[in-house]
């Protein structure tokens, strides 16, 4: 009767026909370490010889990933790692890396996610308003909770409250994501006045919403912790359908 949370997402490695593929890998080209696919971000080479981003990873073409945050992404092009890594991954030295790219990739991600929302909006599957995310937490129909950064302790504390007490999960510490955009951004995103709060009425609306959002909290350099203030949380069921 209750849907849980949707956990971060599986993830692939290779960059081939087979890259949606779900449960696979990537390796990033700067740390060398593997990470899932649905939070590392995917750079694509344009014909042309530009890095550009590719926030939904299905851009044709070579691409290479990376798994580094903001910070660390413009400090690699700064000093030429970035340069160096994709030269070696593109096979080629042909490459022209935009200044801006840290921030081409960071505007890329949000509206990604935005978009999601949007269209998880038009679906009927997003819940606003916080009496009707009050109660329709309490009963255990919210599989995904999520707050505006500014929105208050007080309005976030109260529905966290409901949730827990809808999943059975009282005590244990359960909170929504706190996302990394403000009311007016969700507003214009979901074509609503002041919103402040929103939440997802299924596990597979959840997973959707999951992939993009891991991506943007990763690059920014936040926790996507399943089940806490930082990550949007989820189960096995969720991810397997997502």
Known sequence: MRNPPNDPLGSPKADDARSSEKGSERRCVLTGNNGSRDELVRLALSPDGDVLPDPLAKAPGRGAWIGVTKAELAEAIASGKLRGALS??????????????????????????????????????IILGSDRIRDDARMGKVAALFHASDASEDGRRKLDQ????????????????VLPLDREALSVALGRDNVVHLALVDAKSAGRVAIPLGRLQTFLGAALAAGTSDGAGGDDAARAEA
């Open 162 to 177: 409901a949730w827990r007490v809808g999943r059975d999960e009282e005590g244990s510490g359960l909170r929504g994501t």
């Open 88 to 125: 070696r991954a593109f096979k080629t030295g042909q490459l022209s890396i935009p200044e801006t790219l840290a921030e081409l990739t960071e505007q890329g991600l949000t509206k990604a996610f935005l978009q999601r929302l949007g269209l998880e909006m038009r679906s009927g599957r």
